[in-house]
């Protein structure tokens, strides 16, 4: 497991990298990652309750789906955060069946708001998470036929989230695009210069083999200011 600590938009931010153990089962296993992630963070005065960003990464998709229910049941209530999920075997560098990467804020203040952003009507993940002024938006997808189409109705989903967490595009701070493995880079960002959405000062793009639903071939999270 790898702990990184570093400072963005003014505040300290820690990321863990962590890969479940081989010898349970996976939603076991995916528990016991997250109490090393926890353990992790107490010596540095966090907690899982800092969490604002979890991505789970299966190496097929019944570990995907497993490791999930897992991080469902642990990051639960106000604990609840950001979240993505994908299928990428090359992800892992162990026989792992799971990993994990988690995102912890430290808060610039003592009592800072912690808000957490349902969908309407609500789904079994957030819409974003709203903590300390910033605005960490899950993974949204698309089940249109092509690889554009995805891409153009992610992001007007997108603006109807900001637009429900009282924000807009020139507060984005950073896109992260997740594309299915042999998709056509170019395509995408000329999808996103149609749409006018290459503005924001960091966009990432990482290739995995696949996501929760079968017709996903994009996936889309956005970090914004509030």
Known sequence: METKLFSWLGREFVEIVGE????????S???????RCADAL??????????????????????????????????????????????????FDSTAAAGLELLALRPSSS????????????????????????LFFSGFTSEAAALAQQVGEVLATLDGALARAK??????????LFLQRGANLASVQQALARAHRL?????????VDGFAGEKYLVEIEA???S
Do not use: M
């Not at 296993?29 to 109490?35: E, G, N, S, V």
């Open 223 to 225: 970090t914004a200011l």
């Open 111 to 134: 009592s800072p708001a912690r808000r957490p952003v349902d969908f309407n009507p609500p789904r079994n993940y957030l819409c974003c998470l709203e903590y300390d002024s910033l």
């Open 42 to 91: 107490s010596p540095l005065g966090l907690s899982l309750d800092n969490t604002v960003r979890i991505r789970v990464f299966g190496r097929d998709r019944q570990a995907r789906t497993d490791a999930t229910l897992a991080r469902s049941k642990i990051l639960s209530g106000h604990r609840r955060a950001a979240s993505s999920s994908f299928i990428a075997q090359d992800w």
């Open 29 to 35: 296993a995916t528990a016991q990652l997250f109490q």
């Open 199 to 207: 503005q924001p000062p960091e966009i990432e793009f990482t290739f």
């Open 167 to 176: 924000t807009d595009w020139s507060k984005i701070v950073k896109l992260s």
């Open 20 to 27: 479940a153990r081989a010898g349970a089962s996976v939603e």
